[in-house]
């Protein structure tokens, strides 16, 4: 991700360096800031989508589980069923949990590693669940299965929420993009009237306050729509 963020960075800036050398200093800044966000913008969605599809299947994977310790299984045979019926990434990263097991790591300890990798709260439950039971003791297949009922249903609230929030989500979104479509009509329309914007020393500090201010307006929108669940 870290990667991702230097290329955008170094995209924008070249871009940036090309409109300013065909001299038009307001697409500069525009391009230079569009080129930078897009690719930002698709490597958080895909990485979104990667972590919600990764949530889901551990649900159902922690079902499974449950269900393989009811039929008689041991709990790493369990693992090595859920990593046959399941696709990737679920498959691959429980696979990774069972190379480690095989040189060695003890189950809870590979599990809580993978947590640690993804920091999901659902992982560090599944991990910390499977530790306190083999501790204590207790019906494993049981404490599972109220676990993956307890997931649904927090995923259920957090759909419900954010179906609910969608709408604040687009005004939002269009406030925070109503000043850049404005400024690009503006100076479509009258370049001079435009242009001290980006040419004087006061109209760069007045752009630079104004995109402080967008930014600050986007992180209270943010804290009031987003819930910590």
Known sequence: ?????????????????V????????LAVLA???????????GHRKKKALIEKFREQLIDGIELIS?????GMTF???L????????DP???ELKSVMDKIMLGVSTEKALFELAETHDLKELHLFSSALE???????NLSEVLKNIAKGMREKESSEKQIETLTAQSKLSGLIVGLLPVILLTLMYYMDKELVLPMFTTSLGLLLVLIAVCLELLGAVFIIKIINFNY
């Open 32 to 42: 230079s800031a569009i080129s930078y966000a897009f690719p930002v913008y698709l």
């Open 80 to 87: 090595v069923y859920v990593i046959k019926e399941t696709k």
């Open 1 to 17: 991700m870290l990667l991702k963020g230097r290329s955008a960075i170094i995209i924008s800036i070249a871009v940036f360096a």
């Open 132 to 138: 306190i039971t083999r501790d204590a003791g207790g």
């Open 90 to 92: 679920l498959s691959g």
């Open 19 to 26: 409109f300013v050398i065909i001299s038009n200093i307001f």
């Open 67 to 71: 269900g393989a310790l009811v039929s």
């Open 76 to 78: 790493q045979q369990g």
